[in-house]
């Protein structure tokens, strides 16, 4: 397969405005992924040379996360929207470059796999002129039929136009199709928009492939291959199949999940060997946890790189640029953001830690809070190794504290800290004995002199 060019078509020019949304549809998220990347990240595992995406007018921002999300994209735009063979021949320009393997995709079906994918090159590896995606749904109503002869695809018949018998068919158009580039252009072109709504339809092709008496199959796959999205509610329940998939990929590598049902992973989520995740957990995107660390309930993580041996929560937040190293101990209620920990430091309450570096070996105490923002600029604070940081201490950035240094419990730093140096920022406690008597009753004579 790998000898063959392919040229992948990704329509993506749908307004979808039954999601009550200001974004492109295809720009929604599922496993903390646009609907458009999940689609191009399939193309680009089944081998595709050369992507284009088809895009509507005033689409900019479709066409800047197709470049993103693979770079070399080509985009082009539909200007009318006359159908789906009208839409592909907006990238005429690429298909006239001669692809031996030309695929049709839709942007809003994130579910496709690669392997489904490159089922249907194979086809066309094989002879096929056209090779069009089929599932067998529960309820078939309101799909297109797959009218088979033999094992060749005779047409695709929309429910409105097919007889009794043939909605009887529980095979259905998938909307996905394959064309063998030599002779793509001579099919597309022959399409006419000759039906109740004047566009330009793919469906077409099946009549037009066997005219040329060339051979148009059928490859069948599962109906969450092509789950299309056009509600809120649709995206909801394709989020739920990913979660499934993902969970399932990870715990067959070796992960331990607890209650899987309540761990939400991204699409680009890493996992080393024998990591345990525990309940209620969230992965957003650019996660990788090494081997052996574990994971507590309740705890959220985004763009963040967890190290061997690591004990993250529960209640832990880690922001991006989260970086901790082997042996790690993160607690409850603790935040990190743009940080890195080293080897074996700890900071395992009620602790915020931003724009810094934690040495090795190093404790952060309860309570304690890096200073990091000044109201107009963030700034940044170096913490050696062997520190002490005590409970309730504040370091305002931008400041240095050197190795084996000691930050009395209670301070607020102000001036680096050299190694080995005791920094002491409060106070001096003053009592003054025999007084607190007096002071609740004069809290007291206020009090009643304020409800009279």
């Known amino acids: 397969m790998l000898e063959r060019s392919c040229l992948a078509i990704v ?39 050369a992507t284009a995406v088809v895009v509507g007018p005033d689409a900019e921002a479709v066409a800047i996360e197709a470049r993103r999300a693979l770079p070399g994209t080509e985009t082009f735009v539909q200007s009318q929207r006359r159908g789906t063979a009208h839409a592909v021949l907006a990238a005429r320009q690429a298909i006239a470059r001669g692809a031996d393997d030309i695929l049709v995709i839709y942007g809003d079906t994130p579910l496709i796999r690669p392997q489904t994918l490159s089922r249907m090159r194979a086809a066309l590896a094989e002879g096929a002129a056209l090779a069009v ?14 009218v088979l002869d033999a094992d060749e695809l005779v047409a695709i018949r929309e429910e409105v136009e ?9 095979l ?17 072109d022959q399409i006419g928009s000759d039906n109740r709504k004047n566009e330009f339809y793919l469906t077409d092709a099946v009549a037009i492939v066997r005219a040329m008496k060339l051979e148009a199959v059928v490859i069948e796959t599962e109906e969450d ?15 739920a199949v990913l979660q499934q998939r993902l969970r399932k990929a990870a715990m067959e590598a070796g992960v331990t999940l607890i209650a899987p049902e309540t761990v939400f992973l991204s699409a680009d989520t890493k996992f080393g060997r024998d990591v345990v995740v525990e309940p209620f957990v969230v992965f957003g995107p650019g996660v990788t946890v090494e081997d052996n660390a574990v994971i507590h309930s309740f705890s959220h993580f985004i763009d963040s790189h967890i190290g061997k041996g690591a004990s993250v929560g529960p209640f832990a937040r880690l922001r991006p ?23 074996g430091a700890k900071a395992n309450h009620l602790a915020y830690i931003g724009d810094a570096r934690l040495g090795a070996g190093s404790n952060f105490g309860a309570g304690a809070i890096v200073c990091n923002y000044d109201g107009m600029a963030k700034h940044r604070t170096d913490i050696g190794k062997g520190v002490f940081i005590g409970s309730n201490s504040s370091l305002v950035a931008p400041i240095t504290v050197g190795d084996g240094a000691y930050v009395a419990t209670g301070s607020v730093i102000t001036h680096d800290v050299p190694p080995d140096g005791l920094a002491i920022a409060r106070e001096r406690q003053v009592v003054k004995e025999n007084r607190a008597s007096r002071l609740r009753a004069l809290k007291g004579a206020g009090k009643k002199k304020a409800a009279e």
Not at 162 to 170: D, T
Not at 325 to 332: E, K, P, Q, T
């Open 11 to 49: 329509l993506a020019a749908g307004e979808g405005t039954r999601m009550r949304s200001g974004r492109a549809k295809v720009l929604h998220e599922v496993g903390g992924r646009s609907l458009l990347a999940h689609v191009l990240e399939a193309v680009r595992a089944a081998g595709c040379t």
């Open 133 to 146: 995606l089929g599932f067998r749904p529960q309820d078939p109503s309101g799909y297109g039929r797959l």
């Open 162 to 170: 097919a007889s009794a018998a043939e909605r009887a068919i529980g």
């Open 172 to 188: 259905c158009n998938g909307g996905l199709m394959a064309f063998a580039g030599k002779t793509a252009l001579a099919i597309l």
């Open 225 to 239: 291959d092509v789950r299309g999205i056009n509600t809120k509610t649709q995206l909801a329940e394709t989020e």
């Open 321 to 343: 640029g989260a970086r901790l190293g082997a042996d790690v101990h993160i607690g409850n209620f603790v935040e990190i953001k743009a940080s890195v920990i080293e080897d």
